[in-house]
């Protein structure tokens, strides 16, 4: 198990590199988030002791199981599934950082919540750059807006963006995806926006990091090239009315 782990991050580690050298990138700038969905206690740690501290959570469920361990590590969490109102307080209690914010009413509630608790906490808003009606995020043309508005809550700081690229054999419609999140940064970036720092672009998984990092990723969330498939199909964990049978 620790072999195949090890070697798994070697590779990734390899692909990353020779992708920031293609796209005349420093890889210093991209960090690999564990994408660690159903992935256990023991493997995630012994993932996060090769050198690493980004892990990256879809369901609030398994956050709970393992968030006590991470926080010892003192591991960096992001939570990046679809977030449901009636979980905020159990996310704020684990993670660090919220990728998955794709709607004003979603932010305020979280504002609520962390003004009772005084607290602050780091967020990206997840785009749905491929249209695909399946994955969240606040459509492309909605974006802009949606930024502007969760700049208001002064509990929430703006990071970055996030988005899960079209799932294609064809690179250049992943491709037109990460693109765009890219463009919609600037975009943002030219609304000189105080209390908001939009430097980070979290996109770029297993199978399509190369194209996200010579698009500008700085963060890749990686999964399955690491850990193995999983027994669950994704969209379990992108769809909350997908049930378990
Ligand atoms: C599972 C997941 C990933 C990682 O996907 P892999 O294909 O396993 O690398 C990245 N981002 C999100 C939001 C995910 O749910």
């Not at 199981?65 to 591991?75: H, V």
Request: charged letters at 25%; one cysteine or more.
């Amino acid at each position: 198990m620790s072999e195949f782990i090890i070697q798994n991050l070697q590779t990734i580690q390899r692909r990353i590199k020779a992708a920031c050298e293609k796209a005349n990138r420093n890889s210093e700038e991209v960090k690999l988030l564990l994408a660690t969905k159903t992935v256990d206690a023991e493997r995630i740690k012994f993932a996060l002791q090769q050198g690493l501290n980004l892990v990256g959570e879809n369901k609030v469920q398994e956050l709970k199981q393992k968030g006590s361990m991470l926080q010892s590590l003192e591991a960096e969490v992001h939570f990046i599934g679809h977030l449901q109102t009636n979980k905020i307080k159990e996310v704020i209690k684990w993670a660090t950082c919220i990728e998955s914010i794709d709607r004003f009413a979603l932010a305020e509630k979280l504002h609520n919540r962390l003004t009772l608790e005084q607290k602050t906490m780091d967020v990206f808003i997840q785009v749905n750059t491929s249209y695909e009606a399946s994955k969240f995020g606040v459509a492309p043309e909605h974006a802009l807006e949606l930024i502007q508005q969760v700049a208001q809550l002064d509990t929430i700081r703006i990071k970055g963006l996030m988005t899960i690229g079209l799932f294609s054999e064809a690179p250049e419609k992943v491709r037109k995806c990460f693109r765009l999140l890219k463009d919609l940064q600037q975009q943002a970036f030219d609304l000189n926006l105080s209390n908001v720092d939009l430097q980070e672009l979290s996109m770029g998984m297993s199978g399509d990091l190369e194209i996200a990092i010579e698009e500008g990723a700085t963060i890749v969330r990686v999964g399955t090239a690491i850990f193995g498939e999983r027994i669950y199909p994704d969209s379990y964990y992108w769809n909350e009315d997908t049930q378990i049978l």
